[in-house]
């Protein structure tokens, strides 16, 4: 027989009462957040006591701190608990149109703005009851994304980062160069020689949260001189607006950019690596019938996300090489639809 105690012998609700403890570190707002009483959330902090034979949170002056088993538990126990519901939630037979089920879905703010919008439009139309919960993915998230995928969803993130998980591609999408719109070194025509010499605003820069346009530009052999790193591709264009300052952006968010205002966007002098984005999630989803949903209402988003590749009409392809000639200006033909 195993020496560990029997899962019909422990009360779940103890779950809901240690994820609240752990997260707000005292009885009294753990007690507010239940919506119980204080008397019995201290019952039910004793009992966890006596069953981890720790104390859990220990008092340090007039607040409480947890032990080195909590912070432990700390992950495990939201995980558990997000898992429990997931049990407790399912139904023979799903009808979206009146569900209310969320779907916790990582990614980047250029994710949810471009195939996380038009998803939530659609679902909005055919299930309003379903919500959606976009969360900001960070390299922590990334490094444990097989533990961390068992509590959400999805991830949406490009290729490249992930392997051994099931995935569904959603998008093809190509990098711009943006540029301030007084820039006139940009609007002379970039060559290599420029990007070698301009100041830069990166979109992450560390070892595992990186763009496949930047990494490229360094196996190219320029190493940009970076000004400034922001986690947020929304937030890009006003670090480059005002600046001789140049930046890297999916043409997925053309509209946005450009409706930023004082910027401009160009093609790359380099055949820069196109980015297929893709969503991912741990194999326990596979058989959801509620996953199946939202990974067919994602794809169908995607089919909606317009780059600027689909649309752009007449801009001039300019070798690296050729300074004879300026490339347009992106924002000059580009009609946002």
Partial sequence: ????????????????????LLTERSVTKAAERLHLSQPALSA??????????????????????????????????????EAARRVFDSQADWVPEESTREFSIYGSDYGFATVGAAASALAAERAPGVRFRYMLHTPTIIDDVDVRLRSVD??????????GLPYLDLWRDHWLIIASDSNEQARAGLTMEQLASSHWVFTYQSRTAFTS??????????????DAVVESFLSL????????????IQSGLAPVALGAGGICLYEPPFDATPVLNALWWHPVHDRDPEHAWMRELLAEAAQGVHTFNAQKTDIDSVPASDTSRAPKNVSAPYLPR
Avoid: C, K, W
């Avoid at 999805?154 to 392997?163: K, R, S």
């Avoid at 346009?213 to 970076?226: D, F, T």
């Fill in 154 to 163: 999805a991830l949406i993130i490009p290729h490249g980062f992930l392997t």
């Fill in 237 to 248: 264009p006003l670090f480059v607006a005002g600046t001789d300052r140049l930046g890297l």
């Fill in 1 to 20: 027989m195993s020496d560990q105690p029997a899962l019909s012998r422990l009360d779940l609700n103890l779950l809901v009462a240690l994820d609240a």
């Fill in 213 to 226: 346009a930047s990494r490229q530009l360094q196996q190219l052999g320029i190493e940009p001189h970076v």
């Fill in 44 to 81: 039910s902090l004793g009992r966890l006591r006596l069953h981890f034979n720790d104390q859990l949170l220990a008092r340090r002056g007039n607040s409480y701190e947890l032990t080195a088993l909590a912070m432990r538990l700390a992950d495990h126990t939201s995980t558990a608990l």
